[in-house]
């Protein structure tokens, strides 16, 4: 059982950036395709960006050319690096191990004008 932990949010300023953690412990995740969400309106999950073991990555059209997605496979860690944020951006940010289905309990980033 594969447990994941977020952490990096905050309080920042429109135009700032921020760095997301999520650490995984209980398995080694290096070959696991790893997601970064967050939490829609409607109380759903938004995709944002996901990276494969092979370090493959994808981009939802929100974050595109804003976003880095990374992984630290020593760290047993994968990152979200997001620029240029907007009030949109404010959200609970979760990670998520697409092979085990396992979500992390979030953090939430919070942006002010």
């Known amino acids: 059982q594969v447990q994941l932990v977020e952490s990096g949010g905050g309080l920042v300023q429109t135009g700032g950036s921020l760095r997301l953690s999520c650490i995984a412990s209980?398995?080694?995740?290096?070959?696991?395709?790893m997601g970064w969400y967050r939490q829609a309106p409607d109380n759903g999950t938004d995709f944002l960006a996901m990276?494969?073991?092979?370090?493959?990555?994808t981009y939802s059209d929100r974050v595109k050319g804003r976003a880095t997605i990374s992984r630290d496979n020593t760290q047993n860690a994968v990152f979200l690096q997001m620029n240029k944020l907007t009030l949109d951006d404010s959200s609970v940010y979760y990670c998520?191990?697409?092979?085990?289905?396992?979500w992390g309990p979030g953090t939430q980033v919070t942006v002010s004008s």
């Open positions: 990276i494969s073991g092979f370090g493959l990555t």
């Open positions: 998520k191990n697409l092979h085990t289905k396992s």
């Open positions: 209980g398995r080694d995740i290096s070959d696991d395709t």
